[in-house]
């Protein structure tokens, strides 16, 4: 069974930056992040593969997400700068047993416990 422990979330104010990490038990095919704040679906935010580096789904995002790994260490982080309002949330890494990256919750076997991400002044 993979495990999948994310780390780096806390609060950060508005226009920061904040880098959260992602340890998987494992070697991984496809990693990616997703996020869900209360009252919302979640949603994919960036994608990590071998055939789709740094895809990144969350159109709210585009252009503030960096999505890297580290095979070494079977490690992804998510660089996430000028952090917004609206982007608080928790933040789950999720693998598939596929080398092909998906934006669909249905897709991932494996899930984190998620970490908190707060954006506030």
């Known amino acids: 069974q993979l495990q999948l422990v994310e780390s780096g979330g806390g609060l950060v104010q508005p226009g920061g930056s904040l880098g959260l990490s992602c340890a998987a038990s494992?070697?991984?095919?496809?990693i990616a992040w997703f996020r869900q704040a209360p009252g919302k679906a979640r949603e994919g935010v960036s994608c990590?593969?071998?055939?789709?580096?740094?895809?990144n789904y969350a159109d709210s995002m585009k252009g503030r997400v960096t999505i890297s790994r580290d095979n070494a260490k079977n490690t992804v982080y998510l660089q996430m700068n000028s952090l917004k309002p609206d982007d608080p949330a928790i933040y789950y890494c999720?693998?598939?047993?596929?080398?092909?990256?998906?934006?669909?919750?249905?897709?991932?076997?494996?899930w984190g416990q998620g970490t908190q991400v707060t954006v506030s002044s």
């Open positions: 494992g070697f991984t095919l496809a």
């Open positions: 990590f593969s071998r055939t789709a580096v740094g895809t």
């Open positions: 999720a693998a598939r047993p596929d080398y092909r990256c998906s934006s669909s919750v249905s897709d991932y076997l494996y």
